[in-house]
């Protein structure tokens, strides 16, 4: 913050008396009025585990801020959960959400001129909604996150239930199961165990500088969490003395920066979702063929699950972020500035000093792994990237898939479609053997504007777990679960309800999915082949004849986000 908005935000407090006597109301004294005052911004509440625990994290940034000098201030917004909004139409609200507390981040920060913001989040829109407040405020800003949760027994998580729930669904008794599963599947908080979209948007925060280094993904019962608490509150007070604000440390070289770490970490596909959507509140545009030019220069480097074998808490003994930063030093910006003060290298130089990597080798030791077993050495990398960018006739702005948790052999594929314009009539098909193997399921209607863009993890789920369904894919406007996994390629742009080619693909039309070659086509109908003029002429054709469904949204928030979301390609943000 610049010396002429201190004095300008010191003068506003000191023009209207009534301000101060409102602070007192809520317990300050008149030496807290005197001191640079910051804002605690948190999603704490029993939403889920992941924010269950955020209101310790509050207090011991707002500590820090108090040792620095500062007084803090506690304001609250709490977030949602995915999972409690599956298999209904709450979740068409998941994503406005990201929206929703965004404009509340931003209210808060605006209606008192604070001279810093602390936020607080765990989880997949919280952290972007804070980052995008953030960014919009440009006031000095810090980012905690909420850290990972603990594993079941086994090693097992949150995301374990596929198998269970598809059986529970076909009439199975797997209620031991099913009881085993929800007593142990969330054993205490923080946010899920794989590299989900909570796992990643955290990994973010901390690969664009916003986050202290080494903070994401720290297991939320360990004590180490609170100390990186209370240590950004300290940090907080120095970036508002120093007047660093986000535009400062969120340029489009820490957006790459970022970007290559969810390469090598393969990461979920909503992050293209929510870096463009963070950076567009800068100015800076990030377009999705960055990320496809990216992955094909970055070497996937992070055994984790969905896509690997180990767990999130893993990742962050094996060194998490910084480690993967040190691996990729020859191919990313170490000069970025970050909420440090310092530079990208000099953090990474910081934590060797400090023992960083050594600690977390020891907690290694405690499962018999080493290091490279979770991250692998750069020259050691298992192929290129984890995320694609497909273009074609029935995406010309482009879908995404996470290729890194797709099986080799179905890479490429070719199959007929099988079209659905709701999620719960194809799951409904999946469920009663209803889908002819080899096939791809079109599903369509379930973007931004059509219906908020849900997840869909139960129609992938199902599709994945059931072992004659192996080789039959999902395309669809819709977006997934960062525990997504199978060849699912989701946020086809322009989507159904703008009038995208999506709208006009029809059962029995032949769908060519090349993800090494990114390209997503029709190339015929039954069992005729065509070329590309004959499928563009009989888009064409079909379009004249499509008539755009009414949406069907109740009024409020929803409605507000269909009528003004931007394509999930550009990131689903508001216009």
């Not at 023009?15 to 109301?25: E, K, N, R, T, Y």
Request: proline share 5%.
């Amino acid at each position: 913050m610049s010396k002429e908005m201190k004095q300008r935000s010191r003068k506003i407090r000191d023009s209207w008396v009534q301000f101060d006597a409102l602070c007192h109301g809520t317990g300050w004294d008149e030496t807290d009025i005197k001191n640079s005052q910051i804002l605690i911004e948190d999603v704490f509440g029993s939403s889920h585990p992941g924010s269950f625990h955020l209101d310790t994290l509050s207090a011991e940034a707002s500590i820090g801020v108090y040792q620095e000098g500062g007084k803090p201030a506690q304001f609250h917004g709490t977030d949602i959960c995915d999972g409690w909004a599956m298999s209904h139409d709450g979740m068409n609200f998941i994503l406005p959400s990201r929206e929703v507390l965004c404009d509340l981040v931003e209210i808060h920060g605006r209606v008192i001129p604070w001279d810093g913001i602390v936020v607080i989040s765990s989880c997949d829109k919280s952290i972007p909604a804070h980052l995008m407040a953030a960014a919009r405020l440009n006031i000095p800003a810090v980012h905690i996150p909420g850290g990972s949760n603990r594993v079941g027994p086994k090693m097992s998580h949150s995301l374990l239930v596929g198998e269970t729930a598809t059986k529970l669904r076909q009439g199975e008794d797997v209620s031991s199961e099913v009881r085993d599963y929800k007593l142990s599947g969330c054993p205490g908080f923080g946010a899920c165990q794989f590299m989900g979209t909570a796992s990643t948007m955290q990994c973010m925060s901390e690969a664009l500088g916003m986050a202290l280094p080494g903070s994401a993904l720290a297991p939320a019962s360990l004590f180490e969490i609170r100390r990186l608490a209370r240590r950004a509150g300290r940090q907080i007070m120095k970036l508002s003395q120093k007047g660093i604000t986000p535009s400062d440390i969120l340029t489009r070289e820490a957006f790459e920066n970022a970007i290559k770490v969810h390469a090598a970490l393969s990461g979920s596909t909503n992050a293209l979702l929510h870096l463009p959507a963070i950076a567009h509140e800068l100015g800076i545009e990030i377009e999705a063929e960055l990320f496809d030019r990216i992955n094909r220069e970055i070497p996937y480097l992070v055994d984790v699950q969905p896509s690997g074998k180990y767990v999130s808490e893993m990742v962050w003994y094996a060194g998490g972020v910084p480690r993967i930063q040190i691996e990729l030093k020859d191919m990313i910006d170490l000069n970025a500035l970050t909420v440090t003060g310092k530079t990208l290298g000099e953090n990474l130089e910081q934590l060797e000093k400090e023992g960083f990597f050594h600690r977390g080798d020891g907690y290694l030791a405690n499962y018999t792994l080493k290091r490279g077993d979770v991250i692998r050495p750069s020259d050691q990398g298992k192929g290129f990237g984890s995320i694609a960018v497909l273009i074609g006739n029935i995406a010309p702005e482009g879908a995404v898939v996470k290729f890194s948790a797709v099986s080799p052999d179905m890479l490429t594929h070719e199959g007929h479609a099988r079209v659905f314009n709701r999620e719960e009539e194809a799951l409904d098909a999946i469920m009663n053997s209803k889908i002819n193997p080899g096939s791809v399921i079109v599903l369509r209607y379930e973007g931004p504007r059509g219906s908020g863009m849900p997840e869909i993890l139960a129609t992938t789920e199902a599709l994945v777990t059931n072992p004659a369904l192996q080789n039959t894919a999902i395309v669809t406007d819709g977006r997934f679960s960062g525990a997504t996994r199978g060849p699912c390629i989701g946020h086809v742009s322009p989507e159904a309800i703008a009038g995208g080619p999506i709208a006009f693909v029809e059962n029995d039309d032949i769908i060519s999915i090349d993800i090494p070659n990114r390209s997503l086509n029709i190339v015929g109908y039954n069992e005729k082949r065509m070329n590309s003029a004959e499928v563009q002429s009989l888009l064409t054709e079909r379009k004249k004849r499509w008539t755009r469904p009414p949406l069907e949204h109740p009024p409020g928030v929803l409605q507000r986000y269909a009528d003004r979301a931007v394509s999930a390609i550009k990131g689903a943000y508001l216009k």
